[in-house]
């Protein structure tokens, strides 16, 4: 099982990023996909995940109404938008996977840097 986040960057104020995670070793049918973050200093923060099989979007309330997160099951990826990112969102994001049965997120891909500043 392998992640890998990307699409962070520099970005303004009120701008927008789409995060993409890429995956492989597992299928979207037996698996969810969260997106997380951690700013220097803050704990990690759960925001938004998509859940398997069906693929219900959960968000957090930090990101609601300026994200989705989607999937492309033919392309292994499964896909962040932020808009109207503030300053606040600066942070290290991670995508991860549980597996059907799992209670937590066993599989962990390397962060992808956003950092929202003038």
């Known amino acids: 099982v392998q992640l890998q986040a990307s699409g962070g960057g520099l970005v303004q104020p009120g701008g927008s990023l789409r995060l993409s995670c890429a995956f492989s070793?597992?299928?979207?049918?037996?698996?969810?996909i969260g997106w997380f973050r951690q700013a220097p200093g803050k704990e990690r923060e759960g925001i938004s995940c998509i859940t398997a099989s069906i693929g219900r979007q959960i968000y957090a309330d930090s990101v609601k109404g300026r994200s989705t997160i989607s999937r492309d099951n033919a392309k292994n990826t499964v896909y962040l938008q932020m808009n109207s990112l503030k300053p606040e969102d600066t942070a290290v994001y991670y995508c991860a996977a549980k597996m059907r049965g799992d209670s937590e997120y066993n599989y962990w891909g390397q962060g992808t840097q956003v950092t929202v500043s003038s």
């Open positions: 070793g597992f299928s979207l049918n037996y698996a969810a």
